[in-house]
């Protein structure tokens, strides 16, 4: 009796997940805000989506950065619809986009805080390394410092330091 197929292709061929459908489901997400919409564009269940999200850190970043990329798309999209009265862009065979400001409002209260999160946790990272970065100069330095203090020290007990010549 042969074994069955074990780990991700496995799980893949039972489901018949596509191959790319993280990269496919993230742009879509990162378009729509919308995870429906988004799942059908990856050909993938919306249950299997939140699934992979929970357990997979590096596609839950993905996840929140696309949903903020998409808040901000709709932000513009809505100060467009409030300066112009219209998205300046036209739907399949001309037609002008219909745009629900009301709606586009209620998504963006709704979201806020989870986007606020997701922005103030990049922020942390690029600040954490800001950090991390002039710590390292500044261990540098001392270390550079040590090393001429020792330069010194040691001139000065040989008898070869910079007074030695007077």
Request: glycine residues 10%; charged residues 30%.
């Amino acid at each position: 009796m042969t074994q069955p197929p074990s780990g991700a292709a496995s799980a893949r061929r039972r489901s018949r997940t596509p191959r790319d459908w993280r990269d496919t489901f993230i742009a879509a997400l990162g378009e729509t805000s919308n995870v429906a919409a988004a799942a059908r564009a990856a050909r993938i269940s919306t249950g299997w989506v939140y699934k992979i999200r929970r357990e997979d850190a590096e596609f839950r970043r993905r996840w929140f950065t696309a949903l903020c990329e998409g808040y901000d798309n709709l932000e513009m999209d809505l100060l467009c619809w409030l300066r112009t009265g219209r998205l300046g862009e036209s739907g399949a065979g001309g037609a002008e986009r219909k745009f629900d400001a009301a709606t586009a409002l209620r998504v963006l209260a709704a979201h806020r805080e989870a986007v606020g999160k997701e922005r103030g946790r990049q922020s942390m990272e690029s600040e954490a390394e800001i950090i991390a970065s002039i710590n390292a100069r500044i261990d540098a330095m001392r270390s550079r410092e040590q090393a001429a203090a020792r330069l010194l020290t040691d001139g000065r007990a040989s008898g070869t330091g910079t007074h030695a010549g007077r």
